[in-house]
């Protein structure tokens, strides 16, 4: 059975600040893998997905590396900003039916 | 954004009764999803569907029955809600099983007392 783990659980940075969030997964036999924002109270977000035969992709801020072989994904914020505050998440589909596991999140809070 | 509506989007009831949620997509796609977000658990598929009438179960089908009879329409129905039920559901749509992306509706927050 895929798990999908995110490390830390919450992390505080100042504003400014280059920062990575980290995913990590058991089974490397995935299709894709996608990033995601949660406000709170509000649904998810994709930000990013990556094939599994991608190793990065990037949106504006945002790049998100995969190396299947180790089953980790990374995300890096450049130069981040309050407007980023939320918990992010990752999640891969195992299975033709696109049944996704996802990681509990990385919860972000940017300081002023 | 996707065009997801998931209705209502709060809803109260009693232990015992049933409970209908409903999910509308007019994006015509062919992947609609049920999941529950709970503190600790993350995110559980509950059912899903793959066309018109063609549905599965996830990982926490348990007390959880789905229909859709039109492409833009997935039903969930707890068929007698339990405190256990109390969460927040979210309905998520995809045009293919693994190469697009998944968008996610609102969600629903459901209180069983």
């Known amino acids: 059975k895929q798990e999908v783990t995110q490390i830390p659980a919450a992390l505080s940075v100042p504003e400014g600040e280059n920062l990575v969030l980290n995913c990590s997964f058991t089974d490397s036999a995935i299709y894709n893998l996608q990033w995601f924002r949660q406000d709170p109270g509000k649904g998810l977000t994709s930000l990013l997905l990556i094939q599994s035969s991608q190793r990065e992709q990037t949106s504006g801020r945002l790049n998100a590396s995969l190396d299947k072989s180790s089953g980790r994904s990374t995300l890096y914020i450049a130069a981040s900003q309050p407007g980023d505050s939320a918990t992010y998440l990752c999640?891969?589909?195992?299975?033709?039916?696109?049944?996704?596991?996802f990681g509990d999140g990385t919860t972000l809070t940017v300081k002023p | 954004d996707a065009g997801i509506t998931q209705s209502p989007r709060h809803k109260v009831t009693e232990t015992g009764t049933p409970v209908t949620l409903r999910c509308h997509q007019t994006e015509n796609h062919r992947y609609m999803y049920w999941y529950r977000q709970d503190p600790g658990h993350g995110l559980r598929l509950i059912h899903y569907s793959y066309g018109v009438k063609d549905t599965d179960k996830g990982e926490v089908s348990d007390g959880y029955s789905v229909s859709r009879s039109k492409t833009e329409d997935f039903l969930l129905t707890l068929e007698s809600a339990t405190s256990s039920q109390t969460s927040v559901y979210f309905c998520a749509i995809s045009p293919t099983a693994t190469n697009e992306k998944l968008f996610f509706g609102s969600g629903t927050q459901l209180s069983v007392l």
């Open positions: 999640a891969v589909p195992n299975t033709n039916a696109g049944k996704s596991t």
